[in-house]
């Protein structure tokens, strides 16, 4: 069975930090651009990172640039998420998914991951920025 775990997610002071895990099992992610996404209540999904299969080039959203970064570990079949100096603003379900061949090129050229780029959609994790 295909599928993809986050893993991570939990409540956490504003200016803290957490780490979410993206988890592969059923496949290999060593072929998969794989993207994080979010989404608040009552909000539309957001793309926010992205890391590529082989080269290492990635993407961030403006509105977690230069706070979270993106790593992968194929050894383990799993990407993280390192978010840093979190905010309430980024209290959202927290998803990962498969990249299906355009989803990181059009983020890079356009600003923007477009959600019907990307399958394979894990369960998500909630994180709560809250004091």
């Known amino acids: 069975q295909v599928q993809l775990v986050e893993s991570g997610g939990g409540l956490v002071q504003p200016g803290g930090s957490l780490r979410l895990s993206c988890a592969a099992s059923?496949?290999?992610?060593?072929?998969?651009?794989i993207g994080w996404f979010r989404q608040a209540p009552g909000k539309e999904r957001e793309g926010i990172s992205c890391?590529?299969?082989?080269?290492?080039?990635?993407y961030f959203a403006d509105s977690v640039k230069g706070r979270f970064t993106i790593s992968r570990d194929n050894a383990k079949n799993t990407v993280y998420l390192h978010m840093n100096s979190l905010k309430p603003e980024d209290t959202a379900v927290y998803y990962c998914?498969?990249?299906?061949?355009?989803?990181?090129?059009?983020?890079?050229?356009?600003?923007?991951?477009?959600?019907?780029?990307?399958?394979?959609w894990g369960q998500g994790t909630q994180v709560t920025v809250s004091s």
């Open positions: 998914a498969t990249d299906r061949g355009m989803g990181l090129a059009t983020a890079q050229a356009l600003g923007v991951m477009m959600p019907p780029d990307f399958g394979s």
């Open positions: 059923g496949f290999t992610l060593d072929y998969y651009a």
């Open positions: 890391i590529g299969s082989s080269d290492g080039s990635t």
